[in-house]
């Protein structure tokens, strides 16, 4: 994949020296063991071997003959979360700009990157920085205390992480008791006001003296760092403190899911009122990833349809299947034409065919927020479509100013990219209608999975929902996480209720992407916060937690993961996360990706035949038995146990007595174990 980055410059002033950039760079978090007179070479190595203990082991080559204008600085090494984010962070922290990168990564989780870099002054680095530059880009990945945010839609994520300077943190260990954790974290949260204050003190005596603005804007980066480690301990503190609150027995789902909620969900969220997630058992396959459309993908689905349905799958969640302006089909043309790139229309209904005779559902991926003109109408705007619906800018928004929309105003957030679709007009709802109805019946579709729906209204969508009758439907409404300085609030309440509103727009016909447990599920394992897995009235901190029946739990899918990497799950942690989501309640929905990775797919097929075995459905009864820093461990409908994360914890050890004969080990990976209970 080739990405063309430019970045801001975060300082215009000369480099600093370097006695000056190592105090800024290891104030708190490594001390180089170097003395007055000791080389450069042993500071720099100092730097570099603490950069890997933190586990961050990249191999840095620079090179000033390869390219006429610019420094080629080549990454190698094993992938790690949000890596292109922290690298162009800490090329910008460092005054660097990027002129280009070309970032590959293997199926194995490799990385072969390279960045044309030039200096503030637009020239090539000099040689004798290199091997600073290596040390300092290494010990500034390893170190921020500030969480990853979704870069939603391709939004430039490399904003969240400029001027970044390493902070003390330290790890909670493994926690013994209430009292014990209520102690470590408050103590840490002391250190880490104290250590904010130490730099605010800081910060008020350089503006007193009318210090260099370079030293301001270094030690405002500082500042920045400590309130989101201060943020990140308050956050944990409040974690045990919720956890003593929190009762010992199941948590029911709450009814805070919209009016009427008490009266119209009950039994853990079920209600008869819509497909949604379908029966309550089922886990659905993403059947493609973003570059799927490079090769006859429907021809692929077909070959593998037979080891999908093997593997306890019962859904195929398919491409979108129309004509488009992107290859990937999510900027649709001519909604009837079924000839895309990934295959022809004859193609995909011999695919859709082989998944039914395999008794598996396919599920539509429907992008009806948007669609793209055929060609500009009278006043050069790109609004003149073609085709069966041959629209004009009459069914465009009217504050969709760049396609010159004289609809109505739009009832949900704009979509830049293409001309946004009006659903107001009764004529747009039946030309949708009729062509899902047509993709139902004709073309042999299963269900729907509903692109960007924070678009329009979910009043639409459940009109198209009972139009059409689906066995499935669900939407994905993407939304930010609550962030405090750049660190991930331990309240989500907010975040997942948005969610929940939505699926209760649609009168509780469609189910949502659980947005809100993927947040936390991959803050709490890529930090070693497992605290974060319990809310606070002990109840899993997601959808799944409020309204189970209608939450599509999930790791990654074709924007977050593959080569877009928007808002990547931690990939040391996949296996824990698959543990997590195929034991726990909610509609599991597995990526292409992971199923089909050596070791990965094995452990997601065995979790998956547990969770058959064991009759684990959406509306799965969940006793949270333990959360705290290290360690997270529940009981799902007496009959299994789960835990993830690098602390010690089994049933046997903690005595766990749900009238079981014993308890014997079903499955175990890194950090993860599930038992299953023996009656």
Request: include cysteine; aromatic fraction near 8%; proline fraction near 4%.
């Amino acid at each position: 994949m080739q990405l063309e980055l430019r970045l801001k410059r975060a300082l215009a002033s000369p480099p600093q020296p370097l006695s000056e950039v190592l105090d800024q760079t290891f104030q708190g978090v490594v001390q180089p063991s170097a003395g007055p007179d000791e080389p450069l070479e042993s500071v720099l190595s100092s730097m570099a071997d603490a950069a890997s203990s933190a586990g961050f082991d990249l191999i840095l080559d620079f090179n000033n003959d390869a390219d006429p204008e610019a420094t080629v600085i080549t990454i190698q090494g094993q992938d790690q979360s949000d890596l292109l984010m922290t690298l162009t962070g800490a090329f910008n922290s460092l005054d660097l700009a990027v002129i280009s990168a070309t970032i590959r990564t293997t199926d194995e989780g490799q990385v072969l990157d390279v960045f044309k870099v030039v200096d503030a002054n637009d020239q090539k680095i000099a040689p004798d920085q290199f091997d600073i530059i290596r040390a300092q880009v290494l010990a500034l990945c390893a170190t921020s205390s500030r969480s990853s945010k979704p870069a939603i839609y391709g939004v430039a994520a490399a904003a969240e992480v400029q001027r970044l300077r390493p902070l003390s943190s330290s790890s909670s260990g493994a926690l013994e008791g209430d009292a014990a954790a209520l102690e470590l974290a408050a103590a840490e949260m002391a250190q880490a006001a104290a250590n904010l204050v130490q730099i605010e003190r800081a910060i008020v005596e350089l503006v007193a003296t009318g210090s260099d603005p370079t030293q301001l804007n270094a030690i405002e980066a500082e500042r920045t760092e400590a309130a989101a480690l201060l943020e990140r301990r308050m956050a944990a503190m409040q974690a045990v403190l919720a956890g003593r609150r929190a009762p010992a027995h199941e948590a029911q789902p709450a009814s805070a899911r919209g009016p009427g909620a008490d009266l119209r969900f009950q039994a853990g969220g079920a209600t008869s009122s819509g497909p949604a997630a379908g029966d309550g058992n089922e886990i659905i396959l993403q059947g493609f990833n973003w570059e799927s459309h490079r090769m006859n993908w429907y021809h692929t689905l077909k070959s593998q349809a037979g080891q999908i349905a093997d593997a306890g799958f019962s859904s195929v969640w398919m491409p979108p299947p129309s004509d488009s302006v992107s290859q990937q089909g999510y900027l649709p043309r001519d909604l009837y034409t079924l000839d895309s790139c990934y295959g022809t229309e004859a193609d995909l209904r011999d695919c859709i065919s082989t998944l039914h005779e395999n008794g598996l559902k396919a599920i539509a991926d429907i992008v009806i927020n948007h669609r793209c003109a055929h060609s500009q109408g009278d006043d050069g705007k790109w609004n003149k479509f073609g085709g069966r619906l041959a629209w004009d800018k009459s069914v465009i928004c009217s504050n969709n100013f760049a396609f010159g929309g004289t609809g109505h105003a739009k009832t949900g957030e704009d979509y830049t990219a293409a001309p946004n679709i009006d659903h107001t007009q009764d004529r747009v709802r039946k030309d949708i209608t009729q062509w899902m109805a047509w993709l139902r019946k004709n073309v042999g579709f299963d269900g729907w999975r509903f692109d960007f729906v924070k678009g329009y209204s979910g009043q639409f969508a459940r009109e198209y929902i009972d139009a059409t009758v689906p066995q499935l439907a669900f939407g994905e409404y993407w939304d930010t996480c609550e962030y405090t300085d750049g660190v991930l609030n331990y309240n989500q309440d907010a975040h997942r209720q948005r969610t929940i509103s939505w699926c209760d727009s649609t009168g509780g016909t469609a189910a949502a992407f659980d947005f809100t447990t993927k947040g936390i599920l991959q803050e709490a394992m890529g930090r070693g916060e497992y605290w974060r897995l319990s809310d606070s009235q002990g109840r899993p901190p997601g959808v799944v937690g409020m309204w189970p029946s209608r939450a599509i739990t999930f790791i990654e899918n074709h924007d977050t993961g593959s080569t877009l990497n928007h808002w990547p799950f931690p990939w040391n942690h996949l296996h824990e996360g698959y543990a997590y989501i195929l034991t726990h309640p909610g509609t599991p929905c597995v990526f292409w990706d992971h199923l089909m990775a050596d070791g990965l797919g094995q452990a997601i097929k065995t979790l998956m035949k547990i969770r058959r075995k064991h009759s684990i459905h959406c509306r799965s009864k969940v006793v949270i038995n333990k959360a705290v820093a290290d360690v997270y461990a529940a009981t799902i409908d007496n009959r299994i146990c789960v835990k993830v994360g690098y602390g010690n914890w089994s049933p046997h050890q903690e005595n766990l007595d749900i009238g079981q004969k014993e308890w014997q080990l079903a499955t175990s990976g890194p950090q993860f174990a599930v038992w299953e209970a023996v009656f």
